[in-house]
């Protein structure tokens, strides 16, 4: 993770960084942490293959970053709407020759499964006005290890729309839940968005699943508090960055 090597490389608070994953198990996976020395390495040395992507990716990150800091300009931002039908719940409910049931991974036409397509665009012009705002903030719950558990947000708002950003995968009924009492008309959610150590990455499941389990069921936490605690962060921080313009 090199969202503090992002902030320092170009001056951008880390709170302002709105730096997400896609989970498409498509590239290596970052299993060991990464030695930020391999930075300096020399060609002809062994170093493990782990570290020669992480050196890959730092690298077209940071030059990424220096390119779109020196080519910045004004802008005006659009957002639509459509619906697409490509997902579906993956939680399936299952009856047993006893007549007992059990959730498991499968599809779930029934289930919920938001089907909105939101589409962003920007448009250069001299006088665009998409003003920038972000927010950061924290919160505890019980935890089911006792203790508590931390459940963490961060808002990126443009212009009139609002990203909400959560490091672990939340469960799409719970996301869409709380992003519909934001005091912003159009506000997204986005799962992945992870910046700092320590915050709770992988899936976070509804109470239903919670309880009983199936696919993506996370034990770290008592049911009963994810949502109400996501969605006070959401109502809290994005009325902030109403206020707030960088």
């Known amino acids: 993770m090199f969202a503090q090597e992002l902030s320092e490389h170009t001056g951008v608070p880390l709170d302002a960084i709105f730096y997400t994953a896609t989970h498409a198990h498509a590239a290596p996976e970052i299993t060991n942490e990464i030695d930020m020395s391999y930075l300096t390495f020399e060609e002809d040395e062994e170093v493990d ?16 970053a220096d390119e779109a800091l020196a080519n910045l300009e004004p802008v005006t931002m659009g957002i639509g709407y459509s619906n697409c039908y490509m997902n579906v719940n993956r939680n399936a409910k299952y009856t047993k020759a006893d007549g007992t049931y059990y959730w498991a991974q499968g599809d779930n036409f029934e289930g919920f499964s938001d089907k909105t397509l939101a589409v962003m665009r920007f448009t250069s012009v001299e006088t665009g006005n998409a003003d920038l705002a972000f927010e950061y903030g924290q919160t505890m719950i019980p935890s089911s290890e006792a203790g508590e558990y ?97």
Not at 50 to 64: I, N
Not at 236 to 246: G, I, R, T
């Open 49 to 64: 293959n782990l570290q020669k992507w992480g050196r890959l990716v730092y690298d077209q990150m940071m030059d990424a």
């Open 150 to 246: 931390p459940v963490d947000l961060q808002v990126l708002r443009i212009g009139k729309v609002a990203l909400v950003g959560f490091p672990g995968e939340m469960f799409n009924e719970i996301g869409a839940g709380v992003i519909s009492q934001s005091p912003v008309d159009d506000t997204l959610w986005v799962n992945l968005c992870w910046t700092r150590d320590n915050q709770q990455t992988g899936y976070h499941s509804t109470d239903l699943i919670t309880v009983e389990g199936g696919q993506g069921s996370n034990k770290k936490y008592l049911p009963g508090y994810l949502e109400d605690a996501a969605a006070e962060l959401t109502r809290k921080h994005v009325a902030e960055s109403l206020y707030f313009n960088q």
